[in-house]
């Protein structure tokens, strides 16, 4: 039986497993600059599913890319 979500909004997030999070870490730590696993995780959503996204997010994305 599919697992229920505990409210009206899913968080994604909470599908992470411990082997996730152990690769997160050391993606974090073999990073130069070292960012955050917070980072590096919108990275890899947007990567995954940017192409879901409006003009706006896309807009936005280039800007970050480039402050970044």
């Known amino acids: 039986m599919p697992r229920e979500p505990q409210s009206k ?3 994604p997030a909470s599908a992470i497993t411990e082997g996730d999070m152990a690769l997160l870490y050391r993606a974090r ?12 995780l919108a990275h890899a959503v947007r990567e995954t599913f940017g192409h879901l ?3 706006a997010d896309n807009h936005r994305q280039v800007e970050l890319k480039e402050a970044g």
């Open 53 to 55: 996204a409006g003009e």
């Open 9 to 11: 909004y899913f968080w």
């Open 29 to 40: 730590e073999q990073s130069p600059k070292r960012q955050p696993i917070t980072q590096l």
